[in-house]
């Protein structure tokens, strides 16, 4: 099968002289959707700029529905939607006309059906005929998703589509992503959020330092590195680990008030009743506990001091 996206010994070497992409080697095939993960400042907006043509590239070659992204630009990206990072949506304009304008700007004739079409399947039938400016912040990405696919792409860059948004929202955002799929346009997304791509991704990637370190399958990926922390806020100070924990993966915190527990992602039910109970046996009682998931940052950290 023919790759929708191919990068090929891809470096970019920004004015400065800093090198935001070293080498980068990437194949995304058609109906996937790839998460891109990786810090800040790791190259992901400028690996997905280069490819829609925003930003120039350096050696290398890029290829998007099979076109050049250089010797031929316009096809390339006529097969690209991108929902940029930066929201500008502060327009006066309704939804329909926004939309109906984007397809023009890539020189395609009015299509109304497909309009018709974007707008119901992102929810955004009923708000055709309101401006943009009055939806509530969810119907406004929904707004950029159906700019981004007014001109029949059949490739979608989603770059950080939650970043700053509520849980909820979130899980909106993934459900209708997960639709979009089933429309059959392959899907890139960068985030900073693991559970995002593990949510989403069929395949990931990951960047560090302009570097693509790794690209796996979702699954085999997050059982290597998907770490879960339980954080217990005690009710009285510890001293220190009790002997009977001291062969879980359990930290006290310095001022003794909050024991920590890290575990994999994949293990957490048998591990975390066995903690509780050993507690509850111990007599030591919590007032408060918070789970959360490592962010890729600390997986970072962890991989690179391995
Ligand atoms: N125009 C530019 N000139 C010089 N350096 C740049 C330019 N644009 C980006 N960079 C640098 O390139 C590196 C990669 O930036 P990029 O925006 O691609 O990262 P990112 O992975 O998308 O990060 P974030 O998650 O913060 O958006 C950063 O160190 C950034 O400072």
């Known amino acids: 099968m023919q790759p929708d996206i191919s990068v090929k010994h891809l470096n970019k070497i920004y004015g400065d002289g800093f090198q935001a992409l070293k080498d980068v080697n ?20 400028t690996l997905i700029s280069i490819i829609c043509g925003i930003v120039n590239k350096g050696d290398g070659e890029v290829k998007a529905a099979g076109h050049d992204i250089v010797k031929d630009y316009r096809k390339a990206r006529e097969a690209i939607g991108l929902v940029p990072q930066e929201l500008n949506t502060d327009s006066f304009e309704t939804v329909w006309h926004a939309v109906s304008f984007s397809r023009g700007l890539f020189g395609k004739p009015p299509k109304p059906a497909h309009i018709e079409k974007v707008l119901k399947d992102l929810s955004l039938w009923d708000k055709r005929n309101n401006r943009i400016m009055s939806l509530s912040g969810g119907m406004k990405r929904r707004v950029m998703i159906a700019k981004a696919l007014s001109h029949e792409p059949r490739i979608l860059f989603l770059d950080e589509p939650t970043a700053g948004v509520d849980v909820e929202l979130r899980r909106d955002m993934w459900e209708m992503v997960r639709k979009l799929r089933e429309t059959g346009t392959t899907i890139i997304l960068t985030t900073h959020y693991i ?3 593990e949510e989403m991704a069929d395949r990931i990637g990951v960047i560090r330092q302009g570097e693509i370190i790794l690209v796996e399958d979702k699954d085999r990926l997050m059982s290597k590195l998907g770490k879960k922390e339980l954080r217990l806020h005690l009710q009285n100070k510890l001293e220190k680990i009790p002997g009977e924990l001291t062969l879980e993966p359990v930290e006290l915190s310095d001022d003794g008030y909050q024991l920590i527990y890290t575990f994999d992602a994949q293990q957490q039910q048998a591990g975390v009743a066995r903690l509780l109970r050993t507690l509850g046996d111990l007599g030591i009682e919590y007032r ?3 789970t959360r998931e490592s962010s890729l940052e600390e997986i970072f950290v962890g991989l690179v001091h391995e």
């Open 26 to 45: 990437l194949e995304i095939y058609p109906g996937e959707i790839f998460a891109l993960l990786g810090p800040n400042g790791a190259g992901k907006t």
């Open 195 to 197: 559970e995002e791509a």
């Open 288 to 290: 408060d506990l918070q």
